[in-house]
């Protein structure tokens, strides 16, 4: 074996010289974001942005399912995998990303393959996630024996992938758009391609693409540049520039020739409707104009397709995607219906809309509406430095990360004119592939332009002023404290606030409202969700549509759900906009106007989503588990109904319940507000004093006890027939509460045995060993009232797999209590926790809710720095005894759904 390690190593280490002393080449700088090139051809983007306390390091490779060839398909998803498996200085990729706390993922996409992790900002972690994405760049193992074990594990994706109707016609309706091109093929590609690869194969494809000269190192959070660019040469530099030339793609999609047809049957219970057409490349000109058009179209509820198809009941929801792509590319409609609605009525309601295009013009509100939608997304995107950095990668796969500037500055421009053009352009019959073929007398085909010279679009562009940077926020619990400002109204309203600097002037914000208790809310539970669902349908002043104008135009997002007896409203706007907001939603959750209409669609729509669970696995384990461990009789608020009943009581509820719940129930009776970002104190409190001091709830609030109780062993198998993919549960309970001493070990033992990424007992065990895994770990939770706790595990696999997967499970589970942890498992698994507590404390929207619910909960930073510093004195005997005091493997109940026979 050891033989065996030096000769991998000899092997790979060979791709290193030694550091050049030439320093990074400075290229441009735009917005903030700055690009130089190392002389191996390495591109490097830093972002800095001293308003997070976090660190994001993004790694895209110029590679995805575009590049594949002939029995090649998933390769590059298949690399992905792979590459989490180790190199020679890092052998074990994901224990090390656990043990620092890191947030990281890695995805491939048609024409790139990227690789991040976000972690908190220290030098010491930004050394080692530079020193990792450096060595597996060039010296990733890909070894046959991880091959073996990991293709089973991507076959349970892509079966995975297979449960879902809806997303296997997107599939096929591309595959039958596209003749040559490999937009046509999924990006996970053909089970017999991720079975049949040959080892060697997928090294050369390794070699060929993973190399400095193909990728682009994106830094972004809070970091000093000019030692992270010192940095990243002397990790990336000794690199050696390859001598090889790729070769650009060069299959062009000839034009499409008449309309064509797929006809897909499967098991399932609803229906779904599919079409798309040829597009432009993402830098092409037309682009901007048609993805406005796309939002005119498709955006619920103002798009004139959504008003043709799901106001007119025909189908209950759509969904659309015209993705930014290097080469020419598609734009996706889909939409569901239920099965006793007639897809060919979508279909002729679809032609008439947009066979009219040209009768009946865009208007400039649609437009205007269109754009502000489109500039808010991207605005929201580049004041948040994190999420910017990972969207980038779209971009810089496209041909360049500063397209996303000249994209939006396109968008502005956009005329009425532009739109009209393209719309008469692309919308045509030949153009389009759905549901079935019809012969036309005269051809009428679509020449989809090349795409533009990029290094020409982007020679001398600027761009505009770098969004506002927000101050360096120290996150410990100290400051947390101090920064906060506690307040509570007269009407029971109790507010934390930290005001500070944000990226772009961002406020974020948790509105918490409770009322009612166990007797008055008996039989209400439905009439409570959809009351809050309908809060955003309209007001007695303004309808669905100008809502979403509204917010729009604000730069601001708001969600709004509902349950029994609490209503939450999370909040995301900027300083400026944020009091007009905050008006708008008072106004919705005051002035409901509870339109029919609306009510109409949203009930369609919940029983369009109940249909397809009825044949989903994951949806009928979960429901099956979690009537299991609920012990509440039917007109309880906690109540957890069957499918069957969940129809039942959807189709039985009236207007008048919404009007009368809201009625009896709606106001301040007690509640928590949380905001934090670039506001003025005074004016938050003055808007609190103005809106919700005397707007009091009918109904006094009390809190609804959540009782423990000994739920029944069970051991189910529910069959899903013609499902791919198979779900596992397994859960246990306990008396624990999370104020208790043992809280402590056992978030760490839960961490251990599931809840680490891809490091935790369950998943090394069932997906980097056994292989037989996409996505597998466990689950820990505590009440903090009441002593009524639980922890399970989960795994999808293929229904032939279900003993061996089971059993490893099972294993696991008892070898922990038996055997217990070792030392190098607890000391990765307590500093994996604390930095993550610590990037949790650094994200504004997480804090927030941390912050409204210590308010609920009477709780303070101190209770949290407690629970750290209990973790981190934790011994292998304090984790081993309470796992044993707490844990019992034969007491877990099992629930498996999957076509088993």
Excluded: C
């Amino acid at each position: 074996m050891l033989k065996k390690v030096i000769a991998l190593v000899l092997l790979f280490v060979v791709s290193f010289s030694y550091a050049t002393d030439n320093d990074p080449k400075k290229i441009t700088s735009v917005e903030g974001i700055t690009e130089y090139q190392l002389d191996n051809g390495l591109k490097v983007l830093l972002f800095p942005d001293k308003s997070v306390q976090t660190i994001t390091v993004n790694v895209t490779y110029l590679v995805g399912s575009r590049h594949e060839g002939y029995g090649e398909t998933g390769m590059a998803h298949l690399l992905e995998h792979l590459v989490f498996k180790g190199s020679p200085k890092h052998k074990d990729i994901p224990k090390e990303l656990s043990s620092h706390g890191a947030r990281p993922n890695g995805t491939t996409w048609y024409d790139r393959t990227n690789y991040f992790e976000t972690f908190s900002a220290n030098a010491e972690n930004l050394d080692w996630a530079l020193d990792m994405e450096a060595d597996r760049m060039v010296n990733s193992f890909i070894s046959k024996e991880d091959l073996e074990s990991e293709f089973s594990v991507v076959r349970n994706e892509f079966e995975s992938g297979e449960n879902q109707p809806a997303g296997i016609l997107l599939e096929r309706v591309l595959a039958t758009s596209y003749i040559w091109h490999n937009y046509g093929n999924t990006t996970i590609g053909a089970k017999s391609d991720i079975e049949k690869v040959p080892i060697d194969n997928l090294k050369a494809f390794y070699t060929k693409y993973y190399q400095p000269d193909n990728a682009i190192l994106l830094v972004a959070g809070n970091f000093d540049p000019e030692k992270t660019l010192k940095l990243v040469q002397t990790k990336f530099g000794i690199i050696t520039k390859p001598s090889r030339k790729l070769q650009q793609t060069h299959t062009d999609e000839p034009a499409q020739d008449g309309e064509r047809v797929v006809h897909l049957k499967r098991v399932g219970d609803a229906k779904h409707f599919g079409m798309a057409y040829h597009m432009p490349s993402g830098a092409h000109a037309d682009h901007p104009p048609l993805s406005i058009l796309e939002e005119i179209l498709t955006d619920a509820p103002s798009g004139r397709l959504y008003k043709a198809l799901i106001e007119s009941k025909k189908g209950t929801g759509m969904w659309s995607f015209m993705p930014f792509l290097k080469e020419p590319g598609f734009l996706y409609i889909n939409v569901d219906a239920l099965k006793e609605k007639s897809l060919d009525d979508i279909y002729t309601a679809s032609g008439d809309v947009l066979g009219n295009l040209t009768k009946q013009p865009i208007t400039q509100k649609e437009l205007d509406n269109a754009k502000n939608k489109i500039l808010k997304n991207i605005d929201q995107a580049i004041r948040n430095s994190e999420r910017l950095g990972l969207f980038l990668s779209e971009y810089i796969a496209a041909g360049d990360w500063r397209l996303i500037f000249l994209y939006r500055d396109a968008i502005e421009k956009v005329t009425l004119e532009d739109v009209q053009r393209v719309a008469s352009t692309y919308f045509k019959d030949s153009n389009r592939t759905i549901g079935y073929f019809t012969p036309e007398k005269e051809a009428d085909r679509v020449e989809i332009p090349a795409s533009p010279d990029i290094s020409a679009l982007v020679a001398n562009y600027k761009g505009r002023a770098a969004v506002a940077e927000g101050e360096d926020f120290d996150n410990s619990y100290d400051n947390i404290t101090k920064r906060t400002f506690i307040g509570k109204l007269d009407s029971g309203i109790e507010y934390a606030l930290i005001p500070k600097k944000t990226r772009g002037n961002t406020v974020q914000a948790s509105l918490v409202l409770r009322f009612g208790d166990e007797n008055s809310l008996k039989n209400k539970r439905v009439a409570a969700s959809y009351t809050a669902r309908m809060l955003n349908k309209g007001t007695k002043d303004k309808n669905r549509e100008q809502i979403e104008s509204e917010l729009d135009k604000l730069k601001s997002s708001v969600r709004i759900s509902g349950s029994s007896n609490r209503l939450l409203a999370d909040i995301t706007s900027t300083k400026e906009n944020f009091i007009a907001t905050l008006n708008l939603v008072s106004e919705m959750l005051k002035k409901p106007s509870f339109d029919e209409n609306e009510f109409s669609k949203l009930i369609a729509e919940s029983l369009s989503g109940i249909e397809q669970s009825k044949s989903d696995p994951i949806a009928l384990a979960q429901k099956k588990m979690t009537q299991v461990t609920n012990n509440y009789e039917k007109d309880h608020p906690f109540y957890n109904p069957t499918f069957e009943e969940q129809e039942a009581e959807i189709k039985a509820l009236t207007m008048d319940e919404l009007k009368a719940y809201h009625k009896e129930f709606y106001g301040v009776a007690y509640g928590t507000f949380s905001v934090i970002g670039d506001f003025e104190k005074t004016e938050i409190e003055g808007w609190l004093q103005k809106e919700l001091n005397d707007w009091k709830s009918n109904n006094k609030y009390e809190r609804i006890r959540i009782m423990y109780y000994d739920y029944p062993k069970v051991d189910e198998k529910i069959l899903t027939p013609d499902k791919k993919n198979a779900i596992i549960f397994g859960t246990t309970n306990f008396k624990l509460k999370d104020s208790d001493d043992d809280y402590a070990a056992m978030i760490i033992g839960n961490t251990i045995l599931g809840g680490g990424f891809l490091n935790s007992r369950i998943a090394d065990r069932l997906r980097q060993k056994d292989g037989l895994s996409y996505g597998a770990g466990s689950f820990f939770n505590a009440g903090s009232f009441e002593s009524n706790g639980s922890l399970g595990f989960y795994a999808i696999y293929a229904p032939q797999n279900l003993e061996k997967v089971e059993l490893g499970a099972k294993e696991e589970v008892a070898r922990l209590i038996k055997d217990g942890i070792t030392a190098e498992e607890l000391k990765n698994a307590v500093n994996g926790w604390v930095q993550q507590q610590s990037v949790s404390r650094s994200k504004d929207d997480e804090l927030r809710r941390t912050l409204g619910s210590d308010l609920y909960l009477d709780r303070d930073m101190k209770f949290h720095a407690d629970l750290e510093t209990k973790v981190k004195k934790l011994t292998i005997e304090d984790v081993n005894n309470v796992l044993k005091k707490y844990i019992d493997p034969s007491k877990f109940s099992i629930i498996k759904a999957g076509d088993f026979k």
